[in-house]
């Protein structure tokens, strides 16, 4: 029995807010969508490889979502980390480096962390 990885899930208040910030932070693109009673997924790709962030929006939802301690985060390596880091600095993004590990995190709309990798090698 095999298994691969398809997508992570982050539940969004604002799903156009979130749409637009990781077009411009990440470089992600909406894959496609669905909408049902109440609820709209909506699967962001890199083009390049198959896994997706599905940012799911809940019509009845309004509250802030219990992100805990946020321990939790996705990873994305940069092919131009200082670019990168320009960017995300100037978009007021980063909410924690690590400057011995050569890392540092960025915050999306409702708080979630995604971790900024230099290139491997």
């Known amino acids: 029995m095999n298994f691969h990885f398809l997508h992570n899930n982050f539940n969004v208040l604002d799903l156009d807010k979130s749409i637009a910030f990781y077009e411009e932070a990440l470089g992600l693109k909406e894959q496609r969508r669905r909408e049902g009673e109440g609820f709209t997924l909506v699967f962001m790709g890199d083009g390049k490889t ?12 309004k509250e802030p ?12 390596q940069a092919d131009n980390f200082e ?3 320009k960017k995300h600095e100037e978009m007021g993004v980063i909410c924690f480096e690590n400057t011995a ?8 709309p409702d708080g979630y962390w995604i971790e900024i990798l230099p290139p491997r090698g």
């Open 65 to 76: 979502y219990n992100l805990g301690e946020n321990e939790f985060h996705l990873a994305l």
């Open 83 to 85: 670019a990168a880091h």
């Open 101 to 108: 590990m050569g890392i540092y995190f960025i915050a999306d």
């Open 50 to 61: 198959p896994h997706e962030l599905e940012l799911t929006w809940l019509a009845d939802r």
